[in-house]
């Protein structure tokens, strides 16, 4: 009796050790090469389980923060988030090694964006970033109907803000409604691809008005986002004209200052554009 009293103690003390240490699991091998049964240890990974990487980087897993079609995010502590590779190791589209490009290119943009830890960050594996306490995707409000505890004016205005943010830019690679998070204060720029086309001539479009799902917002709201865009492009194009002098000379210099004083009455004329296609 006193054995089988003896074994019962001893497996609980087990099980409540595994659940306070967790399991631990190494999801490469060796640099860059995934270890066997990684998508099933990924789909299975517990709180408190460690993932072990070819480089001995160990990070212990508090929850899974979210999942989109090729990333499982992990929040790992300290204010710090993983990004991991949910794809098949074949699949180069959407790498973590994209994500980083696309960082390069947006982390000083003003667009708020999540920032990405590259000197913790061994990109064929994993990538450490900045954990959002995300409430909702701008996904969720516009195309799932999600009803938030804040005031549509109040979504609605930061969107602005956000929108506002992107204006020099052309296009933003994967740049849709679920890649964009509430923080609570703002929205913010989650994920993104490597693309990013920064415009080179004022009268290009607009990222955020080719934004998929863009039709999907309000209305009025699009008149407002595309005018107040307009608007910002317009100061730029005035503001950018005092530095354009005619250098006196004919060829490529004239035709630039020709080519960028057409382009004031063009944006004046300009009627919205309202949808995304
Ligand atoms: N830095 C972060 N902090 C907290 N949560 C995050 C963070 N990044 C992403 N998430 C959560 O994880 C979800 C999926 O992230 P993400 O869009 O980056 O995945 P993905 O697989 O790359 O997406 P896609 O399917 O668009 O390619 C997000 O909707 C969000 O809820
Ligand atoms: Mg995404």
Not at 96 to 117: A, C, R
């Amino acid at each position: 009796m006193a054995f089988v009293k003896f074994r019962a103690l001893f497996y609980l003390i087990f099980l409540v050790a595994s659940q306070a240490f967790g399991a631990s699991y190494q999801l490469f091998s060796e640099p860059g090469v995934r270890a066997r049964g990684y998508s099933g240890i990924l789909q299975n990974l517990q709180p408190n389980d460690q993932i072990v990487f070819s480089n001995e980087r160990r990070f212990t897993v508090y929850r899974v923060l979210g999942e989109g079609g090729n990333t499982l995010v992990l929040d790992i502590g300290d204010g710090k988030a993983l990004r991991l590779n949910t794809r098949p190791s074949n699949y180069k589209q959407f790498s973590l090694s994209w994500y980083v490009e696309g960082y390069s290119k947006l982390k000083d943009s003003g667009i708020p964006i999540v920032k990405v830890f590259l000197e913790e960050s061994l990109p064929s594996e994993y990538l450490v970033v900045e954990k959002i306490p995300v409430e909702f995707t701008l996904d969720q409000v516009l195309v799932e109907g999600f009803q938030s505890p804040y005031k549509t004016e109040t979504l609605y205005e930061a969107l602005l803000d956000f929108a506002m943010t992107t204006e020099r830019y052309a296009g933003i690679g994967d740049l849709k409604p679920a890649q964009i998070g509430w923080d609570g204060k703002k929205w913010i720029l989650l994920d993104w691809g490597k693309t990013v086309v920064q415009k080179k001539w004022y009268l290009e479009g607009f990222a955020f008005l080719d934004m998929k799902y863009f039709e999907k917002l309000p209305e009025e709201f699009r008149v407002l986002v595309h005018s107040r865009l307009v608007a910002l492009r317009r100061e730029r194009c005035i503001s950018n004209l005092r530095f354009w002098k005619w250098n006196g000379k004919g060829g490529h210099g004239m035709n630039e200052y020709r080519e960028k004083s057409r382009e004031q009455p063009r944006v004046i004329l300009e009627s919205p554009r309202l949808t995304s296609n």
